[in-house]
């Protein structure tokens, strides 16, 4: 509602001594000037610009006389002031302006500025005018006065004898006795035949207020009672009547609000208890009570001494309070606090030390409530203090605080708006971004709160529809407007303020006219013509209509009110304005879809139809009066309507009515009458005029019925015109902040499925619930309320020395004013399965379940729940818990929000969770049934804390294997971690549920996490280190994997490993290498020397074709194909086509058949493959030394065998789609210059087009490298055949020949080989090209078949440069000559980066390579 800003101002007094320190402030009813009293000194300020005009001061004889002056009142004109002094007297000062046209402050502008000085009411607003201050007259009442008061045109004065003085202004009793409170009858109520007297003689009032729309007073006696004396006719006569509650007999002080009819009293224990008047009885009712709570202040709440000052603000909507010991608080009408400053940074330094709390002796409110003038005594105990602030009352002076408020407060047509406006002095903040974001559509990003109304679901496109939210999640800033200087200058201050639907357009109105800003264009459109501004004074606010500004306004000239509409785009001139007449002056004004709704100052609303009209060129709106409704009977008097709204909402919830277009029609009438929500409907009991017969005016002027209370302590009420048929609850309901309470919804309540509503089911329900923050705007369909909050800022750090100790800055903290939401969607639920409404509340959570946020709409009502009735101490004889765990079943996120809320919830508390829930045990199971393996793990850690270790243990292995076989590689480290931790004791630290990946759990495979997966190009950014060769039998395992060798001899490792090995063994069973791969880089899995182990079981190849096909399909790898005798007939635009259509051309080409080259099947085939890429890193780490120009000398000539093993050269030949373009010459010895011939060149191209994505070129080499060493011959071959590589076959027989190997897999591969070349023949013809080149090999390995070798043991070996060289030793020894084995750090690296990737990204890889098909182009 208010919110406080920056620092407050000092105003600083003339000096003089001490004892001359001000110590009462009061303003005139206008608010423009300030009365300050000082013992002997009456000054007057003004309130813009603040500055000092006249100070009396009372002369020393007279003033011993009198005594020192007390209070100060102000006539309602503003002409003279009442002074009471100590010794009884009342001084009355008449103020007049002095003579001449004189000014005592004017602006002066530059020459040459656009200000001119004859504009109308110039002096008067921007000018301080010079006043002149005389005693007139001086009246003895002969007794100490406790308190004055100005009534209507008389003055009441309360003295020390229990008199009530009746004082004429001109300073005479005009022959009116004074009242004798003794005589005065108080009674419980107005009712009482007889009340009794004030029995005790020494009885006076020691505070009062005049209550106008009570029409009676509101006192506080010398001994803390408290009352209401109200006269028993209509004119103060002797004739009074007093009521009084029972229960006070402490109170201090009291304050009044004429707008809601409140008396608030102060009482010595801190506390404010708000009254109200029965309207019946005339009792004095409690409403509500002002007090701070021990949980918001636990160290202060009952250490703040009695109220010393009670303040409404000026529009009524919050009061002020401060106590005896300091402090100050603001709280709304019906008792929201928004400010305290006994807490937080006003009460702390930044180094933790308690502040003394600022101490007011007097306050008044400024124009509008932008300003709060405080006299501030800091007169305290702690000496040390004390001498502080010394410096600060030796220059006494005036603190003003600065407010902000929400649009709410003056113009309450705003909340049919979803956007929060702010306005301040000079500014308005916005809750919406930059207007101009709108425009573009694609720019959906945080600031863009103004897409159209909302038509489709909350997510289209996967930008939020709705209106609000994403601004709202968005940032926290406000979008601030500095209202137009030159408005401000003549019409300060601003009344009003309104923004349009859509958030781009805002109007203000100052004191005269008003103006406008657009978002978009970011300026301001202002009269131009000056006069017709200053000739209307808008007085029932002003709404937005589509682009038209509808207002109230008094026209000054002609003496009318009227009701006018200015087009937004035109320029703002009364010609191009709709004016109307109207009766009376209008107090409230809104707007609902093409109607206005105006209430007047002789309690009578009227509706008028407003419409678009293009007259000639330019476009007008129209209006036209529907209906006129007399209130008088039912509003006593007219201040006392707080907002009036046209709504849709009405008791029948539409299903029930006869036309169903009625439920979106103005229904209803909303009226706040002083807190009281009252609503009045359409009265459709008579007969009904059908659709076609009436045109459409004449359905609108059915009668209303009358009046009906729907709630009390309403401060604002929400509704929406739009509707939604998929969240109706939330749409066609009535929201209503109700201060101190909370808020509450009127809800519609639907049967389902359109079923006929049950007799006996009310069709609305009023349901309450407490929220955190005080609402300015309701989202509807997203079920968020938005609002503000004040936020503070220390900087008495920068003051560090002495001197800076009485700065402002170290006394206050800097004021921000902080955008905030909540989400109320879980009361609303809860409140419904509290009244058995579980099917409303089904339809309603249904309707919201797409909101992001919905799953922690479930989880709060559970654990809101939860934790109210597990901490209860008495038994409760009807849980809630068992229904809201039923209700949450209903949506898929059931499991989810259970362990999230006992994850969060404290341990002692999950018994009584889950005995409302189920069994976690049965839990865990639904999770792993459903395949929802993270909420699995965190049902474990609830397992691990609530049962045995066995049964985790149990639990866990099911979700590992589970995990295994999902391919959730993170999932399955936290579980062998989580394994371990049972075997080993250590289960009292669970392991947290998994969220992010783990760092590297892969070792040494780090080296290709800083390189892309190309192998060959210059590996000059990867650390030296990363290059350490490791054994070559033990496959490079991660940190965990050191760990397991390490207690290996535990039986827990025994048991991960067993699960390990069991997971690996159903892979190769069922031919799935490359998850295999990816399980053996994610976990550190040892392979090499797991399959060196299964090398005759598990890891023998049991059918070749099956094996082959598997592997052509898993790594995308296509069939090769025979192309058809066109050169051009397997390309087609560049991209090469895989499918049935070119597998099925059979067409056999000679030059495939044909041996590649004479002497190329014999070069180098004593050197290993494994030697190549040791040389060929060795090239490559030299290159890079050499800078970037030597880099095409890694691309070789396709048909140099060694080369073409190499991970290096592949990779190029991949990547670089046009080789034939690139650099050709040689760095090997073997050839010194290269010619190519047309076949050679379409050899190539075929090469390139049948080969696989690169990533799987790099995994399935990986694959082979581990195979080699393993020793799992048979898997080799199977590669070399997918890979088409007649030198991994080379390999694998010098292998074969140099060692001895096992006969039955020799008997094997034989035996395979020959499946596949059947295969070919039948199936896949592309093959046979290739078995051709290696059927010398293949004849070979049939004659050492034969032989059947049959070794006595079988040393798992790498090739090195030449035979002999076959031990592990060896292998160590050549890593430095480079020509020995790769790094294992570069092959492990490439399988976990690449195996990682594909996991998390196949479906990209899917999307590059649609069907195998590869890109390659052919210059």
């Keep these: 509602m208010y919110f406080l800003s920056g620092w407050p101002k000092r105003l600083l007094c003339p000096l003089g001594n001490p004892a001359e320190a001000p110590f009462h402030v009061q303003s005139d009813p206008q608010r423009a000037f300030f009365a300050v009293l000082a013992p002997a000194r009456l000054s007057i300020w003004y309130n813009r610009p603040s500055v000092l005009i006249v100070t009396y001061k009372e002369p020393t004889k007279s003033s011993a006389q009198f005594g020192s002056y007390k209070q100060a009142e102000w006539r309602p004109d503003s002409t003279m002031i009442a002074v009471s002094t100590a010794n009884g007297y009342m001084l009355f000062f008449h103020i007049t302006s002095t003579r001449g046209d004189k000014y005592l402050y004017e602006p002066v502008y530059p020459k040459g500025s656009p200000q001119v000085k004859g504009t109308p009411h110039f002096k008067d607003e921007q000018c301080a005018p010079a006043l002149h201050l005389e005693m007139r007259k001086i009246l003895d009442l002969q007794a100490p006065i406790m308190s004055l008061k100005s009534v209507l045109e008389d003055l009441l004065v309360a003295t020390s004898d229990g008199l009530l003085h009746l004082i004429h202004w001109e300073g005479m009793t005009n022959g009116r006795k004074a009242i004798n409170l003794c005589t005065v009858p108080f009674s419980v109520d107005l009712q009482s035949s007889r009340g009794s007297f004030l029995g005790f003689a020494d009885v006076h009032i020691r505070d009062m207020e005049y209550c106008a729309t009570l029409d009676g007073f509101a006192v506080v006696f010398n001994d803390g009672r408290v009352g209401f004396i109200t006269p028993v006719s209509s004119r103060f006569t002797a004739e009074l009547h007093g009521v009084w509650p029972q229960d006070v007999v402490d109170g201090t002080c009291v304050a009044v609000n004429n707008k809601y009819r409140l008396m608030a009293f102060g009482c010595m224990s801190g506390s404010?208890?708000?009254?109200?008047?029965?309207?019946?009885?005339?009792?004095?009712?409690?409403?509500?009570?002002?007090?701070?709570?021990?949980?918001?202040?636990?160290?202060?709440?009952?250490?703040?001494?009695?109220?010393?000052?009670?303040?409404?603000?000026?529009?009524?909507?919050?009061?002020?309070?401060?106590?005896?010991?300091?402090?100050?608080?603001?709280?709304?009408?019906?008792?929201?606090?928004?400010?305290?400053?006994?807490?937080?940074?006003?009460?702390?330094?930044?180094?933790?030390?308690?502040?003394?709390?600022?101490?007011?002796?007097?306050?008044?409110?400024?124009?509008?409530?932008?300003?709060?003038?405080?006299?501030?005594?800091?007169?305290?105990?702690?000496t040390e203090i004390e001498s502080e602030l010394r410096s600060i009352v030796k220059q006494p002076g005036i603190l003003l605080f600065q407010f902000i408020k929400s649009v709410l407060t003056v113009n309450p047509c705003m909340s049919n708006q979803e956007q929060v406006l702010l306005q301040g002095e000079d500014r308005l903040y916005l809750n919406c971004g930059e207007a101009s974001q709108a425009q573009n559509p694609r720019s959906f990003s945080a600031h863009s709160k103004h897409k159209p109304i909302?038509?489709?679901?909350?997510?289209?496109?996967?930008?939020?529809?709705?209106?609000?939210?994403?601004?709202?999640?968005?940032?926290?800033?406000?979008?601030?407007?500095?209202?137009?200087?030159?408005?401000?200058?003549?019409?300060?201050?601003?009344?009003?303020?309104?923004?349009?639907?859509?958030?781009?357009?805002?109007?203000?109105?100052?004191?005269?006219?008003?103006?406008?800003?657009?978002?978009?264009?970011?300026?301001?459109?202002?009269?131009?013509?000056?006069?017709?501004?200053?000739?209307?004074?808008?007085?029932?606010?002003?709404?937005?209509?589509?682009?038209?500004?509808?207002?109230?306004?008094?026209?000054?000239?002609?003496?009318?009110?009227?009701?006018?509409?200015?087009?937004?785009?035109?320029?703002?001139?009364?010609?191009?304005?709709?004016?109307?007449?109207?009766?009376?002056?209008?107090?409230?004004?809104?707007?609902?879809?093409?109607?206005?709704?105006?209430?007047?100052?002789?309690?009578?609303?009227?509706?008028?139809s407003i419409e678009r009209r293009s007259d000639g060129p330019f476009l007008t709106a129209t209006i036209q009066v529907l209906q006129e409704v007399s209130m008088s009977r039912y509003i006593p008097h007219p201040f006392l309507v707080v907002s009036v709204t046209l709504t849709s909402v009405s008791t029948e919830n539409g299903i029930t009515l006869k036309i169903p277009q009625q439920a979106r029609d103005a229904e209803s009438i909303m009226l706040n009458l002083a807190g009281q929500l009252i609503m009045m409907q359409r009265d459709r009991s008579g007969p009904q005029i059908r659709e076609k017969d009436s045109n459409s005016n004449q359905r609108k002027l059915l009668p209303f019925c009358p009046p009906v209370v729907l709630a009390q302590s309403v401060e604002n009420v929400w509704t929406t015109c739009r509707a939604n048929k998929q969240k109706r609850h939330l749409l066609e309901a009535l929201w209503l902040s109700c201060g101190g309470a909370g808020m509450k919804v009127w809800l519609p309540l639907f049967p389902r499925d359109h079923r006929k509503p049950h007799s006996f089911l009310s069709q609305r329900i009023m349901l309450p619930f407490h929220i955190n923050i005080y609402p300015l705007a309701v989202l509807f369909e997203d079920a968020l309320v938005l609002g503000a909050v004040n936020d503070t800022l220390l900087y008495d750090s920068l003051y560090t020395r002495n001197s800076g100790r009485e700065q402002l800055e170290v006394l206050f903290p800097f004021c921000v004013v902080e955008r905030t939401s909540q989400i109320y969607l879980h009361h609303l639920l809860r409140q419904l399965l509290v009244r058995n409404l579980g099917e409303q509340a089904l339809l309603l959570a249904q309707s919201c379940a797409a909101l992001p946020y919905f799953p922690h709409v479930l989880e709060l009502m559970l654990h809101e729940v939860l934790e109210e009735e597990a901490t209860s101490r008495e038994p409760i004889p009807d849980p809630l818990l068992p229904t809201v765990a039923k209700f949450i079943t209903e949506f898929p996120l059931f499991l989810q929000t259970v362990v999230h809320c006992a994850r969060k919830t404290e341990y002692a508390l999950w018994n009584y969770l889950f005995a409302a829930v189920g069994n976690p045990k049965d839990l865990f199971e639904e999770c792993l049934m459903a395949q929802d393996l993270d909420t699995a793990a965190s049902y474990l850690i609830i397992l691990q804390n609530m049962e045995v270790p066995a049964v985790s243990r149990q639990h866990a292995t099911l979700l590992f294997s589970t995990a295994l076989e999902q391919g959730k590689w993170d999932l399955c480290r936290h579980m062998i971690r989580f394994l371990k931790a049972i075997g080993s004791g250590e289960s009292e630290t669970p392991p947290s549920t998994p969220t992010a990946q783990e760092p590297s759990s892969s070792g040494g495979f780090e080296f290709f996490r800083n390189r892309s997966i190309s192998l060959s190009q210059s590996a000059e950014n990867v650390p030296a280190s990363k290059f350490s060769l490791q054994k070559t039998l033990s496959m490079p395992s991660g940190p965990s994997g050191k760990r397991w060798s390490k207690d290996s001899d535990c039986a827990e490792n025994m048991y991960i490993d067993m699960m390990l090995w069991r997971h690996a063994r159903r892979l190769l069973e069922e031919v799935r290498l490359k998850d295999l791969g990816c399980f053996a880089a994610q976990l550190g899995f040892e392979l090499i020397s797991w399959l060196c182990k299964e090398r005759t079981r598990a890891a023998r190849v049991d059918n070749f074709v099956i094996a082959l096909k598997r592997l052509h399909k898993d790594f995308l790898w296509p069939l090769p194909i025979i192309p058809a005798s066109s050169f051009n007939s397997p390309f087609k635009n560049g991209k090469y086509r895989t499918g049935e259509q070119l597998l099925k051309s059979q067409s056999a080409d000679p030059f495939l058949n044909?041996?590649?080259?004479?002497?190329?099947?014999?070069?180098?085939?004593?050197?290993?493959?494994?030697?190549?890429?040791?040389?060929?890193?060795?090239?490559?780490?030299?290159?890079?030394?050499?800078?970037?120009?030597?880099?095409?000398?890694?691309?070789?000539?396709?048909?140099?065998?060694?080369?073409?093993?190499?991970?290096?050269?592949?990779?190029?030949?991949?990547?670089?789609?046009?080789?034939?373009?690139?650099?050709?010459?040689?760095?090997?010895?073997?050839?010194?210059?290269?010619?190519?011939?047309?076949?050679?060149?379409?050899?190539?191209?075929?090469?390139?087009?049948?080969?696989?994505?690169?990533?799987?070129?790099?995994?399935?080499?990986?694959?082979?490298?581990?195979?080699?060493?393993?020793?799992?011959?048979?898997?080799?071959?199977?590669?070399?055949?997918?890979?088409?590589?007649?030198?991994?076959?080379?390999?694998?027989?010098?292998?074969?020949?140099?060692?001895?190997?096992?006969?039955?897999?020799?008997?094997?591969?034989?035996?395979?080989?020959?499946?596949?070349?059947?295969?070919?023949?039948?199936?896949?013809?592309?093959?046979?090209?290739?078995?051709?080149?290696?059927?010398?090999?293949?004849?070979?390995?049939?004659?050492?078949?034969?032989?059947?070798?049959?070794?006595?043991?079988?040393?798992?070996?790498?090739?090195?440069?030449?035979?002999?060289?076959?031990?592990?030793?060896?292998?160590?020894?050549?890593?430095?000559?480079?020509?020995?084995?790769?790094?294992?750090?570069?092959?492990?690296?490439?399988?976990?980066?690449?195996?990682?990737?594909?996991?998390?990204?196949?479906?990209?890889?899917?999307?590059?390579?649609?069907?195998?098909?590869?890109?390659?182009?052919?210059?």
């Excluded at 409404?312 to 008792?335: A, H, K, M, Q, R």
């Excluded at 008003?514 to 009269?527: D, E, G, I, N």
């Excluded at 096992?1302 to 896949?1324: F, P, S």
């Design 454 to 608: 909302r038509e489709k679901s909350p997510f289209a496109n996967g930008g939020l529809e709705s209106q609000g939210l994403s601004t709202l999640l968005g940032h926290r800033h406000w979008h601030v407007v500095q209202i137009s200087s030159t408005y401000l200058e003549s019409n300060w201050p601003i009344r009003f303020s309104a923004i349009d639907k859509l958030g781009q357009n805002i109007a203000v109105v100052g004191k005269f006219g008003f103006a406008h800003y657009s978002l978009l264009t970011k300026k301001w459109k202002l009269f131009g013509n000056i006069t017709q501004e200053q000739n209307m004074i808008v007085t029932g606010g002003l709404a937005w209509w589509n682009d038209f500004i509808v207002l109230a306004c008094y026209n000054i000239n002609d003496h009318q009110e009227e009701l006018r509409v200015y087009l937004r785009t035109s320029n703002l001139d009364n010609a191009f304005a709709h004016i109307t007449k109207a009766q009376a002056e209008t107090l409230l004004l809104s707007v609902f879809r093409d109607m206005v709704i105006v209430f007047r100052a002789d309690c009578s609303i009227c509706l008028y």
């Design 1154 to 1419: 044909l041996d590649m080259d004479a002497g190329i099947s014999n070069v180098q085939q004593s050197q290993s493959w494994l030697g190549n890429i040791g040389s060929t890193h060795h090239e490559i780490d030299s290159a890079s030394s050499h800078g970037p120009q030597t880099q095409d000398a890694f691309l070789s000539p396709l048909f140099n065998k060694g080369d073409e093993c190499s991970i290096g050269s592949a990779t190029d030949l991949t990547e670089s789609s046009s080789m034939v373009d690139g650099d050709w010459t040689m760095v090997d010895e073997n050839f010194s210059t290269l010619s190519l011939t047309q076949s050679e060149l379409e050899h190539i191209s075929m090469e390139l087009a049948s080969k696989g994505p690169h990533k799987s070129q790099v995994q399935l080499r990986y694959l082979l490298h581990i195979f080699m060493e393993a020793g799992c011959l048979d898997w080799c071959i199977v590669i070399g055949l997918i890979l088409r590589e007649s030198s991994v076959i080379n390999q694998i027989l010098v292998i074969i020949q140099s060692t001895e190997v096992d006969g039955e897999m020799l008997q094997n591969i034989k035996t395979g080989l020959h499946a596949v070349d059947r295969w070919a023949c039948t199936d896949c013809p592309g093959y046979k090209p290739f078995l051709n080149i290696i059927k010398p090999q293949l004849q070979k390995l049939s004659e050492i078949t034969e032989q059947q070798v049959q070794p006595e043991a079988f040393q798992p070996v790498t090739v090195g440069k030449t035979p002999e060289q076959t031990s592990p030793r060896a292998e160590e020894g050549r890593g430095s000559s480079g020509h020995g084995c790769i790094p294992q750090g570069e092959i492990g690296g490439s399988s976990a980066v690449s195996w990682k990737e594909e996991d998390a990204a196949g479906a990209e890889e899917e999307e590059s390579f649609p069907d195998g098909t590869y890109d390659c182009s052919v210059s």
């Design 272 to 382: 404010v208890q708000v009254y109200t008047i029965d309207n019946t009885t005339g009792a004095m009712l409690l409403s509500h009570k002002l007090e701070l709570t021990a949980k918001q202040y636990p160290d202060i709440w009952n250490k703040t001494g009695a109220v010393k000052l009670i303040k409404w603000s000026p529009d009524n909507s919050v009061v002020i309070v401060t106590w005896e010991y300091g402090g100050l608080s603001l709280w709304s009408v019906f008792g929201a606090q928004l400010i305290c400053t006994l807490g937080g940074d006003f009460a702390y330094r930044s180094d933790g030390m308690k502040k003394e709390p600022l101490k007011i002796n007097s306050m008044s409110w400024g124009a509008e409530g932008y300003h709060l003038w405080v006299i501030s005594g800091f007169g305290s105990q702690n």
